[in-house]
Structure formats: structure tokens, C-alpha cells
């Protein structure tokens, strides 16, 4: 499904059970841009009054959850083995995933421990795989959901506020500036999370 077809989809179809039920897919092991879902939610609540942006924002976050519980609770009871499996089979490269994303999330969470399942969540190509490797070293669900629910929150607020801004100052123009910002946004996510890690190191170098 090519994503401007879909954005006009959601302009017409979205509720908040559906933003839901998208964003816990994209929290999954089928993953796919959440740019397509929340900027048009924003979009329509600032434009149309049918939503509204918090709800659109906690709709979100709420779906986000629920996908990483669900990968959570698979890495953690199928544990490695069948985890690489999949990732290697016909249905794990359909699903979009492959052994060197799951290395790739793992090497990440391996870095930088409990904090990496918030800063995962703002990585592109690791946000929707940062919760395998915390299934995978059995990290406490209650730190699990936390810092899920941070990350995933900040991502989506950051998201909807680019859709609410579209909709406010460029009416009409959703697929262009989503396709313009979306890319300009991932870079100041990636600066903010390396500075925040940096910020992170020297805090626990500075008291060992």
C-alpha cells in the first residue's frame, strides 16, 4: 500500500480504536511508518474538530504499548532460538524483519541497557524492534512499560504536533509536508537521542 493512498484513507476513516489497532501493527512484527497514521490524525483534528489531539496522542501510545507487549512477551517465552528463526523464515522477511535487524536492535539495547528500550523507540529501524531484546534478557515488565510508554508518548506527541501544525498553516497539503518533515524530523530525533545518551554516560561516569 503506497502511503499517500493511505494517508487519504485514514483522512476519511480514522477513529480512535482504529489509531489504536494501526499503531499496535506498527509496534509489531509488521512494521510500517507511523508517519502515515498520526500526522493525519492531528491533521483532522485540527482541521475538522473530529478528534481530538490528546486523545489522538494517548490513542497512539496506547497502540504502540500494546504492539511491544506483544513482541515482548514472544522474545521472552520463545526465547532466541525461535526468535532468529523467524527472523530468517519466509514469513519473517515478509513481515519486514530479518536476522541483521534483530542483531542490529539487540547490539542497541546490548549499548545502552533499560534507557535503550526509551531511546529505541525514537531510532528509526530499531523502534519497532527495540522489544525483542528486552523480551530476550527478561527485563521487569513494569521498566519495560515504562520506558515504553515514554518513548513511544514522546515520539507520538512530536508526530502529532508536525500534523497539527500542517493542518493549522498548510490546509490542503498533507502528503507533501509529511514526505518533506518526516525526513527532517528524523535527524533532530537522532541528535536529541545522542545528546540525551551522552547527557546519560557522563551522569553515570561522573559517579562511578
Same mark, same amino acid.
Not at 94 to 106: F, Y
Not at 186 to 193: G, N, W, Y
Given at each position: 500500500?503506497?502511503?499517500?493512498?493511505?494517508?487519504?484513507?485514514?483522512?476519511?476513516?480514522?477513529?480512535?480504536?482504529?489509531?489504536?489497532?494501526?499503531?499496535?501493527?506498527?509496534?509489531?512484527?509488521?512494521?510500517?511508518?507511523?508517519?502515515?497514521?498520526?500526522?493525519?490524525?492531528?491533521?483532522?483534528?485540527?482541521?475538522?474538530?473530529?478528534?481530538?489531539?490528546?486523545?489522538?496522542?494517548?490513542?497512539?501510545?496506547?497502540?504502540?504499548?500494546?504492539?511491544?507487549?506483544?513482541?515482548?512477551?514472544?522474545?521472552?517465552?520463545?526465547? *532466541?532460538?525461535?526468535?532468529? *528463526?523467524?527472523?530468517?523464515? *519466509?514469513?519473517?522477511?515478509?513481515?519486514?524483519?530479518?536476522?541483521?535487524?534483530?542483531?542490529?536492535?539487540?547490539?542497541?539495547?546490548?549499548?545502552?541497557?533499560?534507557?535503550?528500550?526509551?531511546?529505541?523507540?525514537?531510532?528509526?529501524?530499531?523502534?519497532?524492534?527495540?522489544?525483542?531484546?528486552?523480551?530476550?534478557?527478561?527485563?521487569?515488565?513494569?521498566?519495560?512499560?515504562?520506558?515504553?510508554?515514554?518513548?513511544?508518548?514522546?515520539?507520538?506527541?512530536?508526530?502529532?504536533?508536525?500534523?497539527?501544525?500542517?493542518?493549522?498553516?498548510?490546509?490542503?497539503?498533507?502528503?507533501?509536508?509529511?514526505?518533506?518533515?518526516?525526513?527532517?524530523?528524523?535527524?533532530?530525533?537522532?541528535?536529541?537521542?545522542?545528546?540525551?545518551?551522552?547527557?546519560?554516560?557522563?551522569?553515570?561516569?561522573?559517579?562511578?
Amino acid at each position: 500500500m503506497q502511503s499517500i493512498p493511505f494517508i487519504a484513507w485514514c483522512l476519511e476513516h480514522l477513529t480512535y480504536w482504529v489509531i489504536t489497532l494501526l499503531m499496535a501493527i506498527e509496534s509489531s512484527f509488521i512494521p510500517f511508518p507511523s508517519e502515515i497514521v498520526v500526522p493525519p490524525a492531528a491533521y483532522k483534528a485540527a482541521t475538522t474538530g473530529e478528534l481530538n489531539i490528546i486523545l489522538v496522542i494517548l490513542s497512539a501510545s496506547l497502540g504502540a504499548c500494546i504492539g511491544a507487549l506483544l513482541n515482548y512477551y514472544l522474545a521472552r517465552y520463545l526465547g *532466541r532460538p525461535l526468535v532468529y *528463526r523467524f527472523a530468517e523464515s *519466509r514469513l519473517g522477511h515478509i513481515c519486514l524483519i530479518d536476522r541483521a535487524k534483530v542483531e542490529q536492535a539487540e547490539r542497541y539495547f546490548d549499548r545502552h541497557g533499560a534507557a535503550g528500550t526509551f531511546f529505541g523507540r525514537l531510532v528509526p529501524a530499531v523502534r519497532q524492534l527495540i522489544s525483542i531484546p528486552a523480551g530476550l534478557a527478561r527485563m521487569s515488565l513494569g521498566r519495560f512499560l515504562l520506558y515504553t510508554t515514554l518513548g513511544a508518548s514522546l515520539w507520538n506527541s512530536i508526530l502529532a504536533a508536525m500534523g497539527w501544525y500542517i493542518g493549522r498553516h498548510y490546509s490542503g497539503q498533507l502528503e507533501e509536508k509529511v514526505a518533506q518533515y518526516s525526513s527532517e524530523l528524523k535527524v533532530v530525533i537522532l541528535a536529541l537521542a545522542a545528546a540525551a545518551l551522552l547527557y546519560l554516560l557522563y551522569k553515570g561516569a561522573k559517579k562511578s
